[in-house]
């Protein structure tokens, strides 16, 4: 089994409306919002938003990695877009199990 | 319901019969005049998430794999990340139970996320609220109870920089508004409970209430009956704040009972007890003092500057803040009074490793105050309190320090200094409270173990108990006409969760030193 981009986009975008409607988060999340920036999201946040895409796809992903490449940034965030990618590339890699 | 387990968090009955005997806890005194009472011994180290783990697996950390907040990515990794469900290598008693075909639902409870998959309802406890969504099992638990009247799921869960306060300390204009928050937040764990019981009816339910350790850490010198003299008018109102807290956690205990059938049973138990600290021991100083540590140059003079006084914000900062081409031993985290040797696998079993590790332990155990006082009473090797298929994953040494705290893992000029004000820190002893049909009134037990709890309660159940528990039913719990007709049986073992260890991606060293780099410069180790 494997997904398009356009498929995590859509699982991702649910994912976060879902949680957004807990937070009086008013804006749409798309693309480009910002998880840091926009949602307000802490560290802690962050990490447990990977476990629990982790989850949905049944699959262990490097999230410490991804976090490790937006500190290289100087805007240290990360887009909804940058987000989807980056499951893209490692279920593309390593299959869904 | 059949059976009732309720976890209060750092509950100590020096505090708890000193509220029994102000009136303060009415419920609870009666609890104890109808039922059976009983120190409860903790395990080693006397930490939340490992102890809970033990309490609902019968299991020590050495199998059920949960020594701390955190764990490190593998045995020969200096990195560490948060533990998760999957890290407890145990069956826990509400997976048992529902293997048996029971209802379960289980609140509040640590290393919960991701919720199993049980017959029944999840709400882990120690989740960020903004993910809470996603924690709860089943997937549309979160927003039945979000329709719930009075029930705020923001203050059900963790927000992490409110958690912090209470080991940290905060400023004496934020102690109102946090107190407040943990008497509201036991009361939307009430309401949880009560949606559920009123949903349908469940065999076994277990609710964990986190208050009482949280404002034992902060707010001790107010609480201890010994200490609570002489204060001035506002330490009286934060007094009079906590004992409303107490006051209100003993009228929800109340309600809760009444959940359970006439011929059930009814268990409150804590993870560990409390007591004074105000010691400040900088384990990573004492390590450097003795040449077993070398900071790296950050070019900052290297010194902690923030207000924190053990670091529990800016774990995992030994990654980048140490020299490791001359660190030989750090400690990285403060909630586990733990010590790691620097050591390839292969030096594991080698006499250099045995040499620093008994050269380490001599030397704590020496470290002495101005007044030529030891302050550090024991340190265990993993071998001695960990042996069992995690061991490899715990620290090579434990150390409980005089007054029960935790260590410090911040850099300090000074290898011991004093808190400002007196805190609370943990003790082995918690409280272990029984009543219901067959157990026995007004009486009291020999100090039991915590590990003794999940036969308990499968034995309430009325399943076999495991023979790979290591805890035993306390049948003196019990009458002998009720033993008769309700023998402790033995039969089976656990079934494991299959371990992920295996799957996680790994890292090597060079890629695992970027990570933790990037992680501080986002500030989610700093």
Request: with cysteine.
């Amino acid at each position: 089994m494997n997904k398009s981009r356009e498929e995590i986009l859509k699982d991702v975008l649910n994912l976060l409306e879902q949680l957004a409607q807990d937070w009086d988060y008013q804006a749409t999340v798309n693309e480009g919002t910002r998880i840091f920036g926009d949602l307000g999201f802490e560290s802690l946040d962050a990490v447990v938003l990977g476990t629990a895409i982790q989850e949905h796809y049944k699959q262990q992903m490097p999230f410490a990695g991804l976090l490790a490449e937006i500190g290289q940034r100087e805007v240290r965030d990360l887009s909804v877009a940058e987000l989807v990618d980056f499951i893209h590339s490692h279920l593309d890699r390593q299959g869904i199990s | 319901m059949r059976t009732l387990l309720i976890g209060i968090d750092g509950a100590t009955f020096h505090v708890i019969d000193s509220l029994i005997d102000q009136g303060i806890m009415p419920f609870l005194g009666e609890f104890c005049r109808r039922g059976t009472r009983s120190t409860l011994r903790t395990i080693i180290p006397a930490l939340t998430p490992p102890a809970w783990t033990s309490l609902m697996t019968g299991r020590p950390p050495g199998h059920h794999g949960v020594f701390d907040f955190f764990r490190l990515e593998s045995p020969e990794s200096r990195q560490i990340r948060f533990a998760t469900s999957h890290d407890v290598g145990c069956e826990t008693i509400w997976s048992l139970a529902s293997r048996h075909g029971k209802r379960v639902f289980t609140l509040n409870f640590p290393l919960m996320y991701p919720a199993p998959e049980i017959n029944g309802c999840v709400i882990p406890g120690w989740v960020p609220w903004k993910l809470l969504r996603f924690a709860c099992y089943p997937s549309n638990l979160f927003d039945r109870l979000k329709e719930v009247s009075g029930l705020n799921p923001r203050e059900l869960a963790m927000d992490i920089k409110l958690e912090e306060k209470a080991t940290e300390g905060c400023r004496d204009d934020e102690y109102d508004d946090w107190i407040r928050l943990h008497i509201r937040r036991e009361e939307n764990w009430l309401r949880a409970f009560r949606y559920l019981m009123d949903q349908e009816p469940f065999d076994f339910g277990a609710i964990l209430f986190d208050g009482v350790d949280k404002l034992q850490h902060l707010c001790w010198r107010f609480i201890d009956p010994d200490l609570a003299g002489n204060l001035n008018d506002w330490e009286k109102r934060i007094r009079d704040l906590c004992l409303d807290y107490f006051r209100r956690l003993d009228q929800i205990l109340e309600e809760l009972c009444q959940y359970v059938d006439s011929d059930g049973q009814t268990y409150i138990a804590s993870d560990h007890g409390f007591g004074p600290t105000q010691d400040l021991f900088h384990i990573n100083t004492w390590l450097e003092k003795n040449r077993y540590l070398k900071w790296a140059d950050t070019g900052s003079g290297g010194h902690d500057t923030q207000p924190a006084l053990l670091g529990v914000g800016q774990v995992a900062r030994h990654t980048y803040l140490m020299d490791w081409d001359k660190t030989r031993a750090f400690a990285t985290t403060p909630t586990s009074n733990g010590v790691y040797l620097v050591a390839e696998k292969e030096d594991r079993n080698g006499s250099r490793y045995a040499s620093l590790l008994s050269q380490i332990r001599e030397g704590l155990l020496d470290v002495r105050d101005t007044a030529g006082e030891r302050v550090v009473t024991e340190v265990w090797s993993r071998d001695e309190i960990f042996s069992g298929p995690f061991e490899n994953l715990a620290p090579d040494l434990t150390l409980v320090l005089r007054d029960g705290g935790l260590v410090s893992i911040l850099r300090s000029d000074q290898i011991l200094s004093k808190r400002p004000n007196v805190a609370g820190a943990h003790r082995p002893e918690g409280i272990f409270l029984a009543q219901g049909k067959g157990i026995r009134e007004n009486t009291r037990l020999n100090e039991r173990s915590i590990l003794d709890i999940a036969p308990l309660v499968l034995h309430s159940l009325g399943l076999d108990i495991p023979s790979d528990l290591e805890g035993e039913v306390p049948v003196g719990l019990f009458g002998e006409q009720w033993l008769q007709s309700h023998p402790v049986k033995m039969g089976g073992t656990t079934v494991a969760q299959e371990s992920r260890q295996q799957s996680e991606p790994v890292m090597n060293q060079e890629e695992e030193e970027a990570v933790m780099e990037r992680l501080r410069e986002l500030g989610y180790i700093e």
